[in-house]
């Protein structure tokens, strides 16, 4: 079946520009997560949506950074006001959750390249 | 709070040769451990875990980690490597309970020599 996918697969954009990016995680999947790679901070966790539940927000960089999961299923995290430090490979996961410890399925990632 | 520890950010083995690849890890929690590979511009895909039960895991590839609680340790290891294995190796950590974000590691990479 499909994996998870995301869009862009690059984005550059100007300091100071509003971006949005995408994740279409698998099919009836109840968790989704945002991560960052960098080269200076490497694998981060950003946040965390499960269900209806309140997201956990606990890994977001500052409030110039936004996520929503629409009816459960896609996600937009969307970056106000970028800035180069936030130049980066966003890796969104999804699993199924049953209580910890599941596999999480990762899409291929959006390059953002702030200039 | 949890952390990942991978000791060096480069590794160098022959084909054929041992792949030991090292991950030490803190946790506060009983941890599920995971090892992800990482192949040039592509995600992160699962090699194995370990939740409960058996402390020897195996998983894809002729991989398999071993959890040993006394040493905090989870290293990977293949017998005999391939030129397929090269690849960027992250070791990562969660607690139990339903949120398992992921702690990971800075990643290994794995260079295969013919």
């Known amino acids: 079946g499909a994996g998870v996918s995301q869009s862009p697969s690059n984005k550059v954009t100007e300091k100071g520009k509003d971006v949005e990016l995408r994740c279409d995680p698998i099919?009836?999947?109840?968790?989704l997560y945002w991560y960052r790679q960098s080269l200076g901070q490497g694998l981060e966790f950003l946040i965390y949506?499960?269900?209806?539940?309140?997201?956990?927000k606990s890994g977001l960089p500052s409030d110039r950074f936004s996520a929503e999961r629409t009816g459960g299923s896609v996600s937009t995290l969307t970056i106000q006001r970028t800035q180069q430090e936030d130049s980066a490979v966003y890796l969104c996961?999804?699993?199924?959750?049953?209580?910890?410890?599941?596999?999480?399925?990762f899409g291929p990632g959006t390059r953002l390249t702030v200039t | 709070a949890q952390s990942v520890t991978q000791l060096g950010s480069h590794v160098s083995v022959s084909e054929g040769a041992l792949v030991l690849l090292r991950c030490n890890y803190s946790?506060?929690?009983?941890?599920?451990l995971f090892w992800y590979v990482q192949y040039p511009n592509q995600g992160l895909q699962l090699l194995l875990k370990?939740?409960?039960?058996?402390?020897l895991v195996k998983g894809i590839n002729g991989f398999e980690a071993e959890f040993k609680k006394s040493e905090t340790s989870f290293h990977l290891t293949k017998p005999s490597a391939h030129m397929s294995d090269a690849a960027e190796y992250f070791c990562?950590?969660?607690?139990?309970?339903?949120?398992?974000?992921?702690?990971f590691g800075k990643g290994i990479t794995l260079s295969v020599r013919p």
């Open positions: 996961a999804s699993s199924f959750q049953r209580g910890g410890g599941e596999e999480q399925y």
């Open positions: 099919s009836g999947h109840t968790a």
């Open positions: 949506f499960q269900g209806n539940s309140a997201p956990d």
């Open positions: 946790s506060s929690v009983p941890p599920y």
């Open positions: 370990y939740t409960t039960g058996a402390t």
């Open positions: 990562a950590v969660s607690g139990p309970g339903a949120n398992s974000k992921l702690t």
